[in-house]
């Protein structure tokens, strides 16, 4: 199972189930992800948290999936893309706050999903990576809106033109991160 939400009475817990690829996102995750925001809608749940199974929270998308989509019409892979866009707007409209629980780290479009939501809570060890120039991808779901707003210019601008990670710690420091737990 590639995602499941859990429920736990006053709060929905939305598990990424495919740590074989480092929580590599996956139509069933979008599915979950939006049912959340779906039954987030109801008064008895007052928060959201999105984490995974296995030691990384996403790696984005599936490199594999990605050069297949390629094979695809322009007007196909934009409904992909868009796909991902509504889910970031659903979350951003969310009446619950959404904390994400960031074990391993967060790359490319797991680091947007996770920066759409309200809180983060990271592990110490964990890293964050804008991961879409090493693909020769353009950032996409919000994410240099995001970054450009939680971070300074020099650094936004580092991690979505060359790739590198940001360590958990300093994504602390500079506010974009709520709290640091032990790994």
Known sequence: MSARIEDRGD?????????????????????AIA???????????RAVI???EGRFFCAGGDLNVLIERRKLTEEVRRERV????????AMR????????????GAAGAG?????????IVACEE??????????????????TASLARLLPRPLAAEMCLLGRPVMAMRFAE?????????N
């Not at 959340?36 to 809608?41: K, P, Q, S, V």
């Not at 990576?129 to 950032?139: N, Q």
């Open 174 to 182: 500079l506010g974009a991160v709520n709290r640091i737990c032990a």
């Open 126 to 143: 964990a890293q964050f990576t804008a991961a879409y120039v090493k693909a020769g991808l353009v950032p996409d779901a919000g994410l």
């Open 11 to 31: 709060r929905l817990i939305v598990w990424n189930g495919n740590a074989e690829k480092r929580g590599a996102l996956t139509p069933a995750l979008y599915e």
């Open 93 to 104: 409209a969310c009446p619950v706050p959404i904390i994400a629980a960031i074990e391993g």
């Open 35 to 45: 049912e959340a925001m779906t039954l987030a809608e109801e008064p008895r749940i």
């Open 82 to 89: 868009d796909a991902l866009h509504d889910l970031v707007r």
């Open 50 to 52: 999105l984490t995974s």
């Open 111 to 119: 680091l947007s999903l996770a920066l759409a939501c309200d809180m």
